[in-house]
């Protein structure tokens, strides 16, 4: 249960924080870096990166999010399976 409150926690995180990088974007403010953005996805957010990505329509033309994220969550859907089948 624990596992997936935190998941759930890092997800809504990260889905935030790609809505609020977007509209800094588009203010010309301070940006959230990608590599904490990417950090955030590979601790356990990426679903909620990739459903900001398309939410929001941020970092979508960029082609290490476009490909990277999505292989990200895979992983950890893999990693899950297997932890959950032990």
């Given at each position: 249960m624990n596992v997936a409150l935190y998941l759930v926690g890092m997800t809504v995180l990260t889905f935030l924080l790609f809505g609020i990088?977007?509209?800094r974007a588009r203010r010309n403010e301070w940006r959230i870096a990608e590599r904490t953005l990417f950090l955030l996805s590979i601790g356990g957010g990426s679903i909620?990166?990739?459903i900001g990505m398309h939410y929001?329509?941020?970092?979508?033309k960029k082609r290490v999010f476009r490909c990277g994220i999505p292989l990200i969550s895979i992983m950890q859907l893999i990693l899950g399976?297997?932890?959950y089948e032990r």
């Open positions: 990088d977007k509209r909620g990166a990739l929001f329509h941020h970092k979508t399976i297997t932890y």
